[in-house]
């Protein structure tokens, strides 16, 4: 069975966390599907910003929301072992109740980078932590030998006063193989920022399964304003942009090349983030650079032409990357005048 199309944001944990809940009360009101928390590493606080804990927030989240599907996109089982992965779901799943809760793997190289944990061996260890999550949340005794992490765990006693459903599992993927491991193991694959309906349609080839591709999609909207509505969707690609020229070089090449985007075409961009922060990166963007990543910014209409067009190529989970002012009246905007479009078509 096809995965049902579904639009959501991607947050970034980097900001005060009444902050983060405010926002994602205004997205359970505004109708959005999903919240799914991004990471903010050590690149982030080195500018300005401090990193807090996806597990720990979406727990919080879960309580302040009554529809909204909060999701990890992603965590990295080279930081949690996956038992301990299954507990901190564990929490949230009670915390959220039946059917609102996602749980996203990824490799996260920019952290194992940071934290000198850099290994070229990802596909065993992401099959390893996939396998004992479920392992561990089926309920069943469990045990498993695997390359990189073992388990061994009792079962659930009938007794525990516990959620016992296995959250549906995604795997972030941006290499072919990677990619193509997400088709065969989990329920979703996850892309990275900068994702263009290019890109998507590079997934679908790889990972081949019919399962559920949520695109990471730089975006911002205004009612009226086309040039403000992109200008925040300017600010987050600048900041991405950089981050992809000073950190991880390589495995973004494919990316970058759907886009049409060459790696040093980023380096006034990345060195203007070093200077002055993510406003100075802001003002390096220049209209065909943002233009080649394909955000979902402008009026309500330019929007839904450029969902529209991720939908065509193989999208099925839009995760909207907002950013700018007045993000709540953005995430507003975008239930009143965008949401509704796709509603009526399903």
Same mark, same amino acid.
């Given at each position: ?75 990295? /089982?080279?930081?949690?072992? &996956? +038992?301990? *992965? #299954?507990?901190? @779901?564990?929490?949230? =799943?009670?915390? $959220? %109740? ?64 516990? /959620?016992?459903?296995?959250? &549906? +599992?995604? *795997? #972030?993927?941006? @290499?072919?193989?990677? =990619?193509?491991? $997400? %088709? ?163």
């Amino acid at each position: 069975m096809a995965p049902p199309f579904r639009i959501g944001v991607m947050q970034l944990t980097m900001e005060p966390l009444e902050e983060m809940l405010e926002s994602a009360r205004v997205m359970d009101r505004a109708g959005m599907d999903t919240i799914w928390l991004a990471e903010a590493y050590p690149w982030w606080r080195k500018h300005g910003m401090e990193a807090r804990s996806s597990t720990v927030v979406s727990a919080l989240m879960a309580r302040e929301t009554s529809e909204l599907t909060i999701g990890w996109g992603i965590i990295s /089982p080279f930081t949690r072992h &996956p +038992v301990q *992965v #299954a507990m901190d @779901a564990r929490v949230v =799943q009670e915390a $959220a %109740g039946p059917g609102r809760f996602l749980l996203g793997f990824g490799t996260s190289k920019i952290f194992l980078n940071n934290i000198r944990a850099q290994t070229s061996k990802t596909l065993g260890p992401m099959r390893d932590a996939v396998a004992i999550v479920r392992g561990v949340l089926g309920g069943e005794p469990f045990e498993y030998e695997g390359d990189t992490w073992s388990a061994s765990v009792p079962g659930l006693s009938a007794e525990a006063q516990t /959620p016992r459903d296995i959250p &549906p +599992v995604y *795997v #972030a993927a941006t @290499a072919p193989k990677m =990619q193509a491991l $997400a %088709g065969e193991i989990a329920d979703g694959c996850l892309t990275p920022s900068i994702t263009t309906p290019a890109f998507v349609r590079y997934t679908r080839e790889n990972v081949i399964a019919d399962i559920d591709i949520g695109c990471t999609v730089v975006a911002s909207i205004d009612d009226s304003d086309r040039d403000a509505g992109r200008d925040g969707a300017r600010e987050i690609a600048g900041m991405y942009l950089a981050n992809k020229f000073q950190n991880i070089r390589g495995s973004a090449d494919t990316l970058l090349e759907l886009a049409e985007i060459e790696m040093e075409e980023l380096a006034p961009v990345a060195e203007a983030m070093e200077r002055g922060g993510r406003l100075a990166a802001k003002a390096e963007v220049s209209d065909s650079l943002l233009d080649r990543c394909k955000a979902i910014a402008g009026t309500p209409a330019d929007c839904i032409a450029a969902i529209e067009e991720y939908r065509e190529a193989g999208c099925t989970h839009v995760m909207l990357e907002l950013w700018g002012d007045r993000r709540h009246d953005q995430i507003r905007l975008f239930g009143e005048k965008v949401l509704p479009h796709f509603r009526r078509e399903s």
